[in-house]
């Protein structure tokens, strides 16, 4: 399994940012990468892809707040979060796939990283 290292996470106020990265390195170029989060004891919640092709998909949670964006020569995969709310609150993980990109399943994403935490305070 290739190695995925998230970072960013952190705490801030209601209507605050945060910049997470995920480092998924050469071996996971040109494969759908994505962010999901998860709250303890609820399913693993898909946030947004970057498909092989540079297409890009969000739920509608985060339609307008986050940014899922691409930096190829670094191999990193970023998620710019805007406007953060409380029920963001979760521990954000970065995840690719050969299969199907799509968020809706986790199940089809086979390589996650660590995770990283962010808490967003009301």
């Known amino acids: 399994q290739v190695q995925l290292e998230e970072s960013g996470g952190g705490s801030v106020q209601a209507g605050g940012s945060l910049k997470l990265s995920c480092v998924y390195g050469?071996?996971?170029?040109?494969?759908?990468v994505a962010w999901f989060r998860q709250i303890p004891g609820k399913k693993r919640e898909g946030v947004a892809s970057?498909?092989?092709?540079?297409?890009?998909a969000y739920a509608d949670s985060v339609r307008g707040r986050f940014t899922i964006s691409k930096d190829t020569s670094a191999d990193t995969l970023y998620l710019q979060m805007n406007s953060l709310q409380p029920e963001d609150t979760a521990t954000y993980y970065c995840?690719?796939?050969?299969?199907?990109?799509?968020?809706?399943?986790?199940?089809?994403?086979?390589?996650w990283g660590q995770g990283t935490q962010v808490t967003v305070a009301s």
């Open positions: 050469s071996e996971s170029r040109g494969l759908c």
């Open positions: 970057w498909d092989e092709h540079g297409l890009t």
């Open positions: 995840a690719t796939t050969r299969t199907r990109c799509e968020i809706d399943e986790y199940r089809w994403f086979t390589n």
